[in-house]
């Protein structure tokens, strides 16, 4: 004699198993624990072209753990979620005719759950400018 399965019995079963599906989502995963992200803040200052004074640069995009920011007008910007611990900073984009000042990569120590302010801020000069090559070895 074949054993059976009672419709309600097989009922839960499959409701388990859907609920289980459910569970594993295709939505990339949970979100991450607040405590473990942070917020990164600073200045985007520019060369002024005519006489070289330094004021902030509206528009540049501060990428930090693929999180962006944009600096206002007087250059501040916040990158919100950003993974706790050392993180690289990437300026993704200045605006014309600016380019970064330094081409050495640039990090942070990044606080979950409060806000890293950079201690130094990250400087454009006008392309034409030009930027001195490094010395060679």
Sequence with gaps: MQPTIHPAM???IL?????????????GGSPADPAQLGTVTGLVMASDIDNGDLHGLEGAEVTIANQT?????????SVIDV?????QLIVVTLPDPYVLLTGEPMH??????????????????PEDMGVPDPPSL
């Design 10 to 12: 097989l009922a839960i």
């Design 83 to 87: 993974p706790a611990g050392q993180q």
């Design 69 to 77: 920011g944009i600096s206002d007008s007087d250059g501040h910007f």
């Design 15 to 27: 409701g388990m198993v859907l609920v289980g599906f459910a569970g594993c989502g295709g939505g």
């Design 108 to 125: 942070c120590d990044v606080t979950g759950g409060a806000a890293t302010d950079l201690s130094e801020p990250i400087i454009a000069i």
